[in-house]
């Protein structure tokens, strides 16, 4: 089996065991996700979820973001961690929207990477999710199962992003990555992977090397 075809047996694997690919943050509105996504870094999207339903009924526009009080946006996002800076790159990141692109969230990779607080693993979802264009989102999950199956040897995000785009099929990465965080939640996990139970195991390189060192 070639790299390829061992990408598509565990997309089509991966697509049986978690039919419906969702994203876990709640938003309405793309410069929702945008906010919830920056909100995100170094915190459960549970939290994020939880924060932003407040927060997306107390400023209700991109302008509202835009002319926010950055004290008062610091306080309701202060559950999510670093508040001070998330604050600070949602207002400008609201501003430049606005200034910008006509208060429309961009839809290319170029443009989405000069807002204030946005990298490539936020453009890729954006990308994904709200316009439907090829995109492969590098998170942590993603990360670390892409490498325990020996789809990459990388663990720098781009590098990641880079060896998954020449194997999984353009129209399956955005899903492919939202189906990987649950995977990865409920079976490849960070410590204790439950490799007994996996059905990738097959064509898994962490679990074939395991089996032969206890060989
Ligand atoms: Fe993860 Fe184990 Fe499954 Fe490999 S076999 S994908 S390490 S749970």
Do not use: W
């Amino acid at each position: 089996m070639n790299e390829k075809e061992k990408a598509l047996k565990i997309c089509s694997e991966l697509k049986k065991i978690y039919p419906a690919a969702e994203c876990t943050l709640s938003y309405s509105k793309p410069y929702e996700l945008l906010i919830a996504t920056r909100l995100s870094a170094q915190c459960t999207d549970a939290r994020v979820n939880i924060v932003t339903k407040e927060l997306f009924k107390k400023y209700t526009s991109l302008e509202s973001f835009a002319s926010a009080d950055e004290k008062e946006l610091e306080d309701a996002v202060r559950p999510c961690g670093f508040y001070r800076t998330k604050a600070k790159s949602i207002k400008e990141m609201a501003k430049k929207i606005i200034s910008d692109f006509d208060g429309e969230v961009p839809d290319t990779m170029e443009k989405l990477i000069s807002l204030p607080g946005v990298g490539r693993k936020t453009a890729n979802l954006i990308l994904g999710d709200v316009y439907g264009k090829p995109a492969i989102v590098t998170d942590t999950h993603c990360i670390r199962i892409t490498g325990r199956l020996g789809l990459t040897e990388n663990s720098d995000p781009y590098k990641v992003e880079k060896d998954l785009r020449a194997v999984i099929p353009e129209n399956e990465g955005s899903d492919f990555c939202h189906r990987l965080v649950s995977f990865g939640r409920e079976i490849c996990k960070a410590r204790k992977p439950l490799c007994d139970i996996c059905t990738l195991s097959e064509v898994c390189s962490y679990y074939q090397k395991n089996a032969e060192n206890q060989k």
